[in-house]
């Protein structure tokens, strides 16, 4: 019994310990890029040209100057998720993953997942379609498959707010914005990735509640 | 007979190690991945969380977040907005941010797509949706839209460039 318990003990410590030295290395590994990866700076869902269809926009590296867009990356061990919950209880019913690989955008889904909350799996049947990873400078290039739609590379970020002026005022020393006020992010990129999808592939409700996550690989 | 049943415990035991361990070697072939970040509204973690919880809340799935951020919200929302009463869609204080709590985009799949237009509320996110104004009328603005008028609109309506009215949608960067 004690011996049983001693080993217990032994493997919750060795498990711990290299769980430990797991997040450390990925901490020592340029911290900076590893955060901005994974990083979700907004996203959209809207009506495509063609009404029958949704489009689902994740913006990821915000504030990137143009010479910093000609050498921002998607980082292959991060995946890109929309979760999408079609019966009003905020709980994934599908997923649209995207994850980048050799140089393409790859999408799964709308599929559903595996499991839902914090940790995703790919299931490699759900493959839908891909995209060359459009370079800087060049035009746009679009991936179609199975009636779905990608895009992955640097654009003008979409968003606008005087962020600036914000700070000021939640930090005290302004009172109010400015009129005109100024564009933080103007003139600044993201790296995007935009899907359009049949509506008819999103359940059969007339509401969705959609969020993104980026999740990191961990094995 | 009890020899014979250790035995093949035995073996099972040694089979089992084998095999735990013949994984152990194997390289995975199915990579799990594991949240850093989630979104939904725009700016409502910048708002709304306070720098020691945006780990926590980026991490808590949103069937949770209502549970475990709606007091935390409607404290900062009093603590920007002293005065919120309700606001132009006759939200009190804990129906507004017992909403923003659950930080999920509501998306119509038969209305027009918006923040909000005017008519439509809530039915998605346009590119073009001037959204930090919206927020901002509904945390400060009052039942009216008139309290604060200092602070219900950022005055800045567009984007610096023009969007596409095909795919990708979004403008070729700078």
Known sequence: MKKRKFLLTAFIVAVTVT????YAADHLDSPAVSNQTT????????????????????????????????????????LIEFNIDNNGDNVEDLVIQAIAK????????????????????????????????????????????????????????????????YQKIIGGTASGFNNPGTDTFKGTNVMSIVIEVPKSLLGSTNTINVWAESKKAIN | ???????????ASAVILFTACNKENTPPTQAVYEMGDQMARPAINTVFVGSSEKDVFNTTIPSAMGAAFAAKFKARLLALNAGYTTNALGQNADQFTGLLATDVLNVSKTAPTTFFDGTNILTGRALADDVI??????????????SNPGLTSDH???????????????????
Request: aromatic share 10%; net charge negative; charged share 15%.
């Open chain 2, 156 to 174: 800045v309506s567009e984007n610096d460039k023009a969007f596409l009215a095909s795919f990708p949608y979004l403008a070729t960067p700078h």
């Open chain 1, 102 to 165: 050799n140089g393409k955008m790859k999408v799964y889904g709308p599929y559903k997942p595996v499991s839902t909350g914090t940790k995703s799996v790919i299931s490699p049947s759900a493959f839908s379609v891909q995209a060359d990873i459009t370079v800087y400078g060049q035009a746009a290039k679009i991936g179609e498959e199975n009636g779905i739609k990608v895009f992955a590379g640097p654009r003008d970020d979409p968003f606008f707010f005087d962020l600036g002026q």
């Open chain 2, 133 to 146: 104004d919206v927020e901002l009328l509904l945390l400060f603005g009052g039942p009216t839209g008139g």
């Open chain 1, 39 to 78: 990083d979700i700076t907004d996203v959209y869902v809207f009506r495509g040209q063609n009404t029958s269809n949704l489009v689902f926009v994740a913006n990821t590296q915000g504030l990137l100057s143009p010479s910093a867009s000609s050498m921002a990356m998607f980082d292959e061990k991060t």
């Open chain 2, 1 to 11: 007979m009890k020899l014979r049943t250790g035995l093949s415990v035995l073996m």
């Open chain 1, 19 to 22: 769980g430990g030295i797991i």
